[in-house]
């Protein structure tokens, strides 16, 4: 998966579709029989489950959303790491409940998950990864649109997020370097360098003059150039390693 839908709206969505599963299979598997447990309690214990699930996807969606923000890209090896954070508060919350006055299960931990958690890892990850895949093409990622306003009420500027390459200092005004249509464009806005990088924190400093959309990085042309699209900027000693 190099693709990733990071809005909270549409992993809600998911996460609904995972906790309805999470009753479904907690009511009809019933992978584990303590005591008396008639069919109250395990509409009590099935509703249980279905909640910890979706608060469990919600929690690690709220934190893929913000990781997504800062690296700017997803891959197979963040996606693994999202279904295990997924699975290790699932498996902490399922076993609270079962641990409760409710079920007073007698598994201890590690047995729990032997037992109970591995069984449901194993059925349920490939509807997990397909739910995840699918949200991309059944609900597409918005363009975003970046709005950058100056002193002047006539500087103003509306671009796609991804058409931003960087942005650099111009005594009272910055430049703004951006694509129009596989173009390279500019425009000059009466702000600050710093009110830039406060209003729009995606952005890296490279130099004292420069700011950078890391997505427009291409390569280092040498130990202190790098290349971006359509442009080729200095990087100053103090801000390389956070670059590098």
């Given amino acids: ?10 992993h809600t969505l998911i996460g609904a579709l995972i906790s309805i599963w999470g009753f479904v299979f907690a009511f009809f598997a ?23 699930s979706f608060l469990s996807y919600g929690l690690v969606s709220l934190i893929q959303k913000i990781v997504y923000q800062k690296v700017q890209k997803w891959n197979t ?37 032997i037992k109970i958690i591995l069984n449901i890892v194993l059925i349920f990850t490939p509807i997990l990864i397909l739910a995840r ?39 009272n005004y910055v430049e703004i370097f951006f694509t129009e249509n596989n173009q390279l464009k500019t425009k000059l806005i009466r702000i600050s360098l710093k009110k830039i990088q406060y209003d729009f924190d995606f952005l890296v400093q490279i130099h004292r003059s420069h700011l950078i959309n890391p997505s427009h990085f291409k390569a280092w042309k040498n130990q202190n150039i790098i290349s971006l699209t359509h442009i080729e900027l200095p990087v100053s000693k103090n801000y390389k390693e956070r670059l590098l």
């Fill in 1 to 10: 998966m190099n693709r990733l839908n990071p809005s909270i709206k549409h």
């Fill in 30 to 52: 019933r992978p584990f029989e303590h005591g008396d447990m008639d069919l109250r309690i395990w509409i009590y214990v099935s509703v249980g489950f279905g909640i910890v």
């Fill in 77 to 113: 090896g963040l996606e693994i790491v999202h279904l295990v954070c997924f699975y290790l508060l699932y498996w902490v919350g399922t076993y609270f409940l079962y641990r409760s006055s409710l079920i007073n299960g007698n598994y201890e931990f590690f047995e729990f998950f």
């Fill in 133 to 171: 895949r699918y949200v991309i093409k059944l609900i597409p990622v918005k363009e975003e649109y970046l709005t950058i306003k100056g002193e002047n009420k006539l500087d103003i500027l509306k671009i796609k997020k991804h058409d931003l390459i960087c942005v650099s200092n111009s005594q």
